[in-house]
């Protein structure tokens, strides 16, 4: 009974972030944050087997000491121009539950605390994904940070799953 | 004192307390003591030889203490005694007796090898520790139970009474009014103690205060504390139950009053939970016992098997405080004890009486799994009925086919046989009450554990290093019940499942390893490397070992249903089992107790005959239906073979045609016409009765061998009997993979799913209407999947004649696959992909020996 109330609230519209202590990465020059106890490890970048017939932002699945592990590239998720991986290209191994996903990101940046008073909502700008994949906005002194929306943008995808097999079936 | 000797006094009276509460089934605190002992006993200043002698034997003592069973309590008190001298001889700063060490040395020695006076030192160390914190409860059950099995217990009274007045001064209220309880009855008991008549009284007394005591246990620490003494109250429990019991019944008469029970509030649930797995363990072990001893009524030892399993759920039952179970158990003991001293004989009925206590105690099971604490628990329906028929079987001497028949309704029976009623229920009082004397002489009663007898090593009892060996095997004995009982240990399957994939994935690991370019090079490193590739192998092949466990329990299982089909049909059936030792993955043992179930259902409704016209043709009265495991190439195959009728061709495909399943002017041949019954909906049964003829359950059989990469087979001889055979692979842990190359990816394709792989002609080759590509294939023309273009794989060989194609064979629909190469094949460790999106013909995953991670082709779902 506990257990699925819990999964109610994780899968609430806008589940309000508390502060803590947050993994913050760059995609291009935006930086991300995500809260840190979701993250299982950083790795540096191995060999992915592809997977057919997926969503172009799944990449394939890796082999993490035994585990086979999806990985997402969170620049395709985002409708993000796609560049060549580079030295500091990186996965996050994110964990949810029995849920895990490698995060391709363009490199890890730092562990911050990020205070609930610090925490904005999003400001709707019109735009889908923003609202979307995003839980709020970290405003610090010297920066800002986009506190990204794990559960959803990283293990909930079937509508869009759904959309995307539907229409190749029908091209 | 020196403040040497002190500290070291301090730290050996610690040593004693840790050892205090040590117990055959909580030994790791032994552990503790030795690390301490050694680390105080090192520096020990001493000019004795004694000393030292003294100091190893304690060693010795603890090592015994933490390897074996035996003479536990008698070590653990020398033991203690010894350190406690060592103590003394510090606190006294070595001012001790010589005589001291020397019954020290002497006591320790002798309880290692079994004969110690045993009450002696225990109460000596009473005596000399003088200490009342080193007193526990403990000591005194102990006390009990050393007392029990010794003859002469008269003697022993002082030392009872001395444990018991220590006990309490530091006791609360309530137990002091429990401890007091037992020494008036101690004190009772002593007037009569000179008289050899009164001797059975001393039982009593023992009996009442182990009792007293066992009230404390749980009113102190729950089921707990219990655990640890588990052994003494066990069976001193038992006896009082069926001491108690005895005079309950003899009051109470013929009817049996279900009454409301409750599960303690305070109930542990992981002992509960062990104390469930032991039952089911047992029941099925007396469930086994009793189907063999149908066939051979005379076995004593069968009957001994049997008696122990109903024994040990008595025992564990009234410790859970399950007192419905206890007494059902206690009563279908009663029951066994007849039989065992040859009141009754082992009829069917009797079998009856006892299969279905068993039913019943598996329901019980059932319900104590599914009901919480405090809730009320569940007694299956036919409890109260049983219960009955168990009391008038013990208590009246009814026999129990005339108990089995008036069994729904109770009173009237009882009315009818009133007059003669008073020497029946004479003679079954006495019964009952020899029950309890006969025990010791029969079974090993001191042992710890009642133990089970089927060596199991999937699923061991709880506390290992059983000692079978003492029980002896009985001339007539079946094969089975000689098999050795190896000892093992109950491990979580979770942890053990990690421990298997870890060394798949170390072996992964050390091929990428092995691989290396660099050790090719390096003749030393690959010498080094290729030795530690063979014990890694080795390795691999034990810890696949781990999770196999034989089949005789299924088999077990399937004996009792066809005793139970064939009654029920009206059919003699004799089912022949061989190679129940054959071992299988273990979680494949469930999946495979279904289609067995409905094969022999099938075999025993359609396959065999009545009884009358099977004689008639010339066949034996009695049906034999065959039930083989064996290895055949890297697989398990389990046959199922029947002298019935056989299968009827005719009638199967017109059965077929009427349906529409096939196609009226199609050729089939015997074997493919035998495939038919596989299908869903198809039964030839020209009514549905109870056992089968609804056509559902080959499509279940067929449904989940495949699930298991199996394989069915059918071969049947009209008039001869048919027989069914399931290929099953060893462990579901690992599958026989073949690696193809579709452009630069690699897929993995279930070896078992591909009937051959071949170079196409030009002349094989065709299309049908423009559309599918076909190729023939053994005069048989199979459409052809282009891999690489269902999933869009780039740089695919385009021309079918420049590939290669698999023809997969799944569940009579084939097609050619067309890949590039094939790279090879390979055992691989399938692996689930937790996709947060349902994944497209992709079954799951393997890591391939690269590291890389290969996916493995879903054969089915790629037709459609």
Same mark, same amino acid.
């Given at each position: ?171 | ?144 139970? &050393? ?13 009872? &009474? ?10 609360? !209220? ?42 404390? +246990? ?7 504390? @219990? ?109 066994? !004890? ?49 219960? %009955? ?47 309890? &004397? ?116 299924? +088999? %077990? ?120 019954? +596989?299908?869903? @909906?198809?039964?030839?049964? !020209? ?65 078992? %799913? ?111």
């Amino acid at each position: 009974m506990k257990e699925t109330m819990d999964d109610q609230t994780a899968a609430g519209i806008s589940q309000k972030l508390e502060g803590g202590k947050f993994l913050t990465f760059f995609l291009g020059k935006e930086e991300y944050a995500i809260e840190i106890l979701k993250v299982q490890e950083i790795i540096g970048l191995m060999p992915i087997t592809p997977v057919p017939s997926m969503p172009p932002y799944i990449r394939g699945v890796l082999n993490l000491r035994g585990k086979i592990i999806p990985v997402m590239d969170l620049r395709t998720r985002f409708g993000f121009k796609a560049i060549d991986d580079t030295e500091e290209t990186c996965i996050i191994v994110v964990q949810e539950g029995q849920f895990r996903m490698g995060v391709v990101v363009d490199k890890v940046s730092e562990v911050v605390d990020i205070d609930g008073s610090q925490i904005e909502e999003v400001p709707s700008f019109g735009s889908k994904s923003t609202d979307e994949y995003l839980a709020g906005i970290g405003k610090l002194e010297e920066s800002v940070k986009l506190l990204l929306d794990a559960t959803k943008v990283l293990f909930e995808m079937h509508e869009q799953i759904k959309e995307i097999q539907s229409e190749k079936s029908e091209g | 004192m020196s403040s040497e000797f002190k500290k070291k006094a301090e730290d050996l009276a610690g040593i004693m307390k840790i050892m205090a509460d040590v117990w055959p089934g909580d030994r790791e605190d032994i552990m503790v003591a030795g690390a301490r002992l050694e680390d105080t006993m090192e520096g020990f200043e001493h000019n004795s030889g004694q000393i030292a002698n003294l100091i190893s034997l304690a060693w010795k003592g603890l090592i015994h203490l933490y390897e074996k069973d035996d003479y536990f309590q008698s070590v653990k008190s020398a033991t203690l005694q010894g350190i406690n001298t060592l103590r003394e001889y510090a606190v006294r700063d070595g001012d001790i007796p010589v005589e001291l060490f020397e019954k020290a040395c002497d006591d320790l020695e002798k309880s290692m090898s079994g004969d110690s006076e045993t009450v002696e030192s225990m109460s000596d160390l009473v005596k000399e520790s003088g200490d009342s914190a080193q007193l526990s409860l403990d000591d005194l059950a102990s006390l009990i139970m &050393e007392i029990d099995s010794t003859e002469d217990l008269a003697q022993h009274h002082d030392r009872l &009474e001395k444990v018991l007045v220590t006990c309490m001064d530091k006791a609360d !209220d309530c137990d002091k009014s429990l401890l007091e309880e037992a020494q008036n009855i101690l004190n009772a008991g002593r007037s009569g103690s000179e008289d050899p008549e009164e001797r059975i009284s001393w039982d009593e007394v023992l009996k009442a205060i182990s009792e007293r005591v066992e009230k404390i +246990f749980m009113r102190q620490d729950g089921p707990e504390q @219990g655990a640890d003494s588990d052994t003494g109250q066990e069976e001193s429990d038992g006896k009082q139950h069926e001491v108690a019991d005895a005079s309950a019944t003899s009051t109470q008469g013929a009817g049996y009053e279900e009454q409301d029970f409750h599960i303690p509030e305070d109930a542990d649930q992981e002992l509960i939970n062990e104390y469930i797995t032991e039952c089911v363990e047992q029941i099925e072990t007396a469930e086994s016992a009793l189907l063999e001893l149908e066939t051979s009524p005379d076995d004593k030892e069968l009957i001994n098997q049997i008696f122990r399993s109903f024994h040990t759920i008595k025992g564990t039952s009234a410790f859970m405080g399950l007192t419905p179970i206890s007494e059902f158990a206690h009563s279908v003991e009663t029951l066994l !004890d007849m039989v065992r001293d040859g009141v009754i004989s082992f009829d069917s009925a009797c079998a009856d009486i006892t299969l279905d206590a068993i039913d019943i105690l598996k329901k019980l099971m059932e319900g104590v799994e599914s009901t919480g604490n405090g809730e009320r628990l569940k007694l299956p329906g036919d409890f109260g009925r049983l219960m %009955n028929v168990l009391l008038k079987v013990s208590d009246f001497g009814i026999s129990p086919e005339n108990a089995l028949k008036e069994s729904p309704d109770g009173e009237s029976s009882v009315d009818k046989g009133e007059q003669d009623e008073g020497e029946l229920r004479e003679e079954a009082l006495k019964d009952s009450r020899a029950a309890p &004397e006969n025990i010791p002489e029969e079974k090993p009663e001191v042992e710890p554990q009642v133990v089970s007898d089927t060596p199991d090593p999937g699923e061991s009892t709880p506390l290992s290093s059983q000692t079978q060996s003492r029980e002896p095997v009985s001339g007539n004995g079946s094969p089975a019940s000689k098999a050795e009982t190896e000892s093992t240990v109950r491990v979580n399957v979770n942890r053990l499942d990690r421990l298997i994939d870890m060394v798949g994935e170390l072996v992964i690991a050390h091929s990428v390893v092995a691989q290396d370019r660099t050790i090719n090079s390096e003749p030393e490193l690959n010498r080094k490397m290729s030795h530690s590739t063979k014990i890694l192998r080795e390795l691999q092949d034990t810890s696949l070992t781990l999770r196999m466990v034989p089949l005789k329990a299924t +088999f %077990n299982k399937m004996n009792r249903l066809v005793r139970d089909l064939g009654k029920k049909g009206a059919k003699t059936v004799r089912l022949e089992t061989t190679g129940e030792d054959t071992e299988i993955d273990r979680n494949m043992v469930d999946i495979i107790n279904e289609p067995l179930v409905h094969l022999l259902r099938n075999a025993i409704d359609h396959g065999i005959e009545d009884q009358e016209s099977r004689e008639k043709s010339g066949k034996p009265g009695i049906a034999t239906i065959s039930l083989r495991a064996f290895q055949a190439g890297g697989k398990v195959v389990i046959e199922i073979e029947d002298d019935g009728r056989g299968m009827d061709r005719t009638k199967i495909l017109d059965k077929a045609i009427s349906k529409g399943l096939i196609d009226k002017n199609k050729k089939l041949t015997d074997g493919e016409v035998y495939k038919l019954i +596989f299908l869903p @909906g198809f039964s030839t049964a !020209d009514k549905v009765t109870d056992l089968s003829g609804r056509g559902v359950g080959m499509d279940v059989v067929r449904r989940s061998i495949e699930n298991l990469h199996g394989k069915v087979d059918v071969t049947s001889e009209p008039g001869k009997g048919t027989k069914i055979s399931l290929e099953l692979p060893f462990t579901l842990a690992i599958t026989d993979g073949m690696l193809i190359g579709i452009g630069n990816q690699r897929f993995i394709v279930p070896t078992i %799913n591909i009937d051959m792989t071949f170079r196409a002609e030009e002349q094989d080759l065709f299309t049908v209407m423009s559309t599918g590509e076909h190729v023939m294939f053994r005069g048989q023309s199979i459409p052809v999947i282009r891999l690489h273009k269902m999933f869009g794989i780039e740089n695919g060989v385009e021309n079918i004649l420049d590939g290669t194609l698999l023809v997969i064979n799944n569940n009579k629909k084939k097609y050619a696959l067309l890949v590039d190469e094939v790279i090879g094949q390979q055992q691989l460790v399938g692996k689930s992909i937790d996709m947060p999106v349902k994944m497209k013909n992709i079954s799951g995953g393997a890591i391939l020996g690269d590291g890389r991670v290969g996916l493995i082709l879903d054969t089915v779902t790629l037709l459609n």
